[in-house]
């Protein structure tokens, strides 16, 4: 079976510095992947150039065979949540949904299904900057949900959700994958990955350093325990270490 997302030998440099050495994993449909890894390990460098956002200096990045540039229906296959930059804070929600689905030729009524899905159905007319980081990230998980797509691509979702947000997030997503589709995740909140993944890929400074199935890779310890062994030295910030 086709991955939904095969990323292969992706390699990217930023002025002779290399973020990215020879990254490869790949998301099945049905599974849910985490993607794991220290602050500015490269995963959302990871993410934007299987987005077409970052040119990657070699390798692939694909989605459903095709780089995302050249798919015909991007909204309805997959739906991105990366930073919110793109929420205009004069705008209400539903105004910013229904400018998406204008654009992404999706019929209007999604609009309010979106809103209802995602809870925010009664600050539907507040404008975007009377809302909270969390109500801005369940917009930014409407607008991700709008094309009914095949595929999530989600950085750090839970970030501001409260623990009835995050619940049915990872509700939704575990019924998402249920149902056939995929899901690429990235998160800090290691307690939550455990609760949806079905597989994880960590990496550090650009490098993969352990994929596979959760349930093959974590037993006894938890998944912070693994996590955290793993990765070694590069879960402490460099620049970490107050001398005393
Ligand atoms: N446009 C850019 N120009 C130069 N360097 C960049 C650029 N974007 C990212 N980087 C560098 O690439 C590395 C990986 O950053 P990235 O944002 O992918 O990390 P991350 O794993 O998503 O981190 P976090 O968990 O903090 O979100 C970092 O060292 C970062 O400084």
């Not at 930073?83 to 009524?109: C, E, K, S, Y």
């Not at 839970?158 to 589709?181: I, Q, V």
Request: hydrophobic share 40%; with cysteine.
């Amino acid at each position: 079976m086709q991955p939904r997302i095969e990323i292969q030998d992706l390699t990217k440099t930023y002025s002779s510095r290399r973020v990215l050495d020879s990254i490869s994993l790949s998301v099945p449909p049905g599974h849910i992947t985490a993607f794991l890894g220290p602050n500015g390990s490269g995963k959302t460098t990871t993410l934007r150039a299987l987005l077409g956002l970052a040119r990657p200096t070699s390798g692939i990045a694909l989605i459903c065979g095709s780089r995302y540039v050249d798919l015909p229906n991007p909204t309805r296959t997959v739906g991105v949540l990366l930073d919110n930059a793109g929420l205009h804070p004069g705008r209400t929600a539903r105004h910013h949904l229904v400018i998406a689905a204008l654009a992404a030729h999706l019929p209007p009524a999604r609009v309010d299904e979106v809103l209802e899905l995602v809870g925010l159905d009664r600050d539907a007319d507040r404008t975007i900057k009377q809302f909270s980081l969390g109500m801005k990230q369940r917009l930014g998980l409407a607008t991700a949900l709008l094309g009914d797509p095949d595929i999530l691509i989600l950085d750090e979702p839970t970030s501001g959700l409260d623990p009835a947000g995050a619940r049915w997030l990872r509700t939704t997503l575990r019924e998402f994958a249920a149902s056939g589709k995929s899901v690429l995740i990235t998160s800090h909140v290691l307690a939550e990955v455990e609760q949806i993944a079905d597989d994880l890929v960590l990496i550090g400074r650009g490098r993969i350093v352990a994929s596979g199935p959760l349930a093959e890779l974590v037993h006894e310890e938890s998944l912070e325990d693994f996590y955290l062994n793993v990765m070694g030295d590069d879960s402490v910030p460099v620049t970490s270490g107050l001398k005393g």
